[in-house]
T-cell receptor, first 108, second 116 residues
Framework: GIQVEQSPPDLILQEGANSTLRCNFS?????LQWFHQNPWGQLINLFY???GTKQNGRLSATTVATERYSLLYISSSQTTDSGVYFC??????????FGDGTTLTVKP | GAVVSQHPSRVICKSGTSVKIECRSLDFQATTMFWYRQFPKQSLMLMATSNEGSKATYEQGVEKDKFLINHASLTLSTLTVTSAHPEDSSFYIC????????????FGQGTRLTVV
């Protein structure tokens, strides 16, 4: 099956810093999404981004489907940004395959 | 965006009992839903695909007799953990897809199951 790799696995930032999270995938995908899992476990949809670039406030994402990677940018990070960030791909049959996540800790 | 509601959010049960978790699509119809399991500090692992009106499709290594899935309507799928044991304690989360060509997944709030 398709492999999804996220990096870095852990990231510690000072409040106000910027960061880039990466997601590599091993095969063509129909869809790619970024999620933030909050401390209560809920998965929050950040971006649906099979290709191109999107921005939402301090967050933006870029997917280069031909090169099989996606990037999530967080600017001016805040403590509330802490949590685990997952990317997930839908290669076929609608089954989302998740990466192992990046655990982000933003310190005040 | 679309809403997927999962209930309960937390449940504690005794070993040997069964627990039912509900997953509802509130503002759309979902012919297919997915059930995931997440252990602490790990990623989500797909357990099974729930198909409305037919049997669920289980991933390799998932016991279908232990994790019973019923998708009786276009808006409801249930996961029943039968004869629960402490090792079944985990975070269970469901999802549903919207869209044809541009398919997007939406997730429920998750259920934290603790078997004592």
């Amino acid at each position: 099956g398709i492999q999804v790799e996220q990096s870095p696995p852990d990231l510690i930032l000072q409040e106000g810093a910027n960061s880039t999270l990466r997601c590599n995938f091993s095969d063509s995908v129909n869809n790619l999404q970024w999620f933030h899992q909050n401390p209560w476990g809920q998965l929050i949809n950040l971006f649906y981004i099979p290709s191109g670039t999107k921005q939402n406030g301090r967050l933006s994402a870029t997917t280069v489907a031909t090169e099989r990677y996606s990037l999530l940018y967080i600017s001016s990070s805040q403590t509330t940004d802490s949590g685990v960030y997952f990317c997930a791909v839908l290669p076929n049959a609608g089954k989302s395959t998740f990466g192992d996540g990046t655990t982000l800790t933003v310190k005040p | 965006g679309a809403v997927v509601s999962q209930h309960p959010s937390r449940v504690i049960c005794k070993s040997g009992t069964s627990v039912k978790i509900e997953c509802r699509s509130l503002d759309f119809q979902a012919t297919t839903m997915f059930w995931y399991r997440q252990f602490p500090k790990q990623s989500l692992m797909l357990m099974a695909t729930s198909n409305e009106g037919s049997k669920a499709t289980y991933e390799q290594g998932v016991e279908k007799d232990k994790f019973l899935i019923n998708h009786a309507s276009l808006t409801l799928s249930t996961l029943t953990v039968t004869s629960a044991h402490p090792e079944d304690s985990s975070f269970y989360i469901c999802s549903a897809l919207i869209g044809g060509v541009n398919t997007e997944a939406f997730f429920g709030q998750g259920t934290r199951l603790t078997v004592v």
